[in-house]
């Protein structure tokens, strides 16, 4: 089983705004994306630690390559 790994996404003058696990896709949020740097990336950090990781199945992630791809 390959390890999860947090990766940041998205970020809004330089603080982390989202992280996305790379086993499974879970997207975590910073939900006050005005807060420091630091308080941003611990916020990301303790959502990505306590998430149960489950790799996505083929369903979910065409749907989910879909649904980025219309978002905008």
């Given at each position: 089983?390959?390890k999860r790994k947090l990766r940041i996404v998205r970020r809004?003058?330089?603080?982390?705004?989202?992280?996305?696990?790379?086993?499974?896709?879970?997207?975590?949020?910073?939900?006050?994306?005005?807060s420091g740097q630091s308080e941003a990336q611990a916020a990301?950090?303790?959502?990505?630690?306590?998430?149960?990781?489950?790799?996505?199945?083929?369903?979910?992630?065409?749907?989910?390559?879909?649904?980025?791809?219309?978002?905008?």
């Amino acid at each position: 089983m390959a390890k999860r790994k947090l990766r940041i996404v998205r970020r809004t003058n330089n603080i982390p705004v989202l992280g996305v696990c790379e086993f499974c896709n879970m997207q975590f949020p910073a939900h006050h994306p005005l807060s420091g740097q630091s308080e941003a990336q611990a916020a990301i950090q303790q959502q990505f630690n306590a998430h149960k990781c489950e790799p996505e199945d083929m369903n979910q992630a065409a749907a989910r390559t879909v649904r980025e791809a219309t978002k905008d």
